[in-house]
Nanobody, 114 residues
Framework: VQLQAFGGGLVQPGGSLRLSCAAS????????MSWYRQAPGNQRELVAI???????NYAYSAKGRFTISRDIAKNTLSLQMNGLKPEDTAVYYC?????????WGQGTQVTVSS
């Protein structure tokens, strides 16, 4: 399984970005897909997760602002981020959990700054 994340960039506070993660396999076969982020000097933290049945869960900091979704036909995971704050600045990573295997995509930088 290979994951390729894209969509990061520079955005002003209050703005929006949409991250995408393309998978090399049928994502319906993946137990869980998620987005993590890591800011400089911080540990990598879970932002949002979606199961193969479509159930979702979010970190407290993301609730109400971020939406995780899948496009099974395109084998793509997305993260719609609205109301971005400077503290959302980080490298964002997509992750796929298949049984006991954990696969990471390369990170995509999100910078929220005026």
């Amino acid at each position: 399984v290979q994951l390729q994340a894209f969509g990061g960039g520079l955005v002003q506070p209050g703005g929006s970005l949409r991250l995408s993660c393309a998978a090399s396999v049928n994502i319906f076969t993946i137990n869980f897909m998620s987005w993590y982020r890591q800011a400089p000097g911080n540990q990598r933290e879970l932002v949002a997760i979606i199961s193969n049945l479509g159930s979702t869960n979010y970190a407290y900091s993301a609730k109400g602002r971020f939406t995780i979704s899948r496009d099974i036909a395109k084998n793509t995971l997305s993260l719609q981020m609205n109301g971005l704050k400077p503290e959302d600045t980080a490298v964002y990573y997509c992750n796929a959990q298949i049984s006991s295997q954990s696969v990471w995509g390369q990170g995509t930088q999100v910078t929220v700054s005026s």
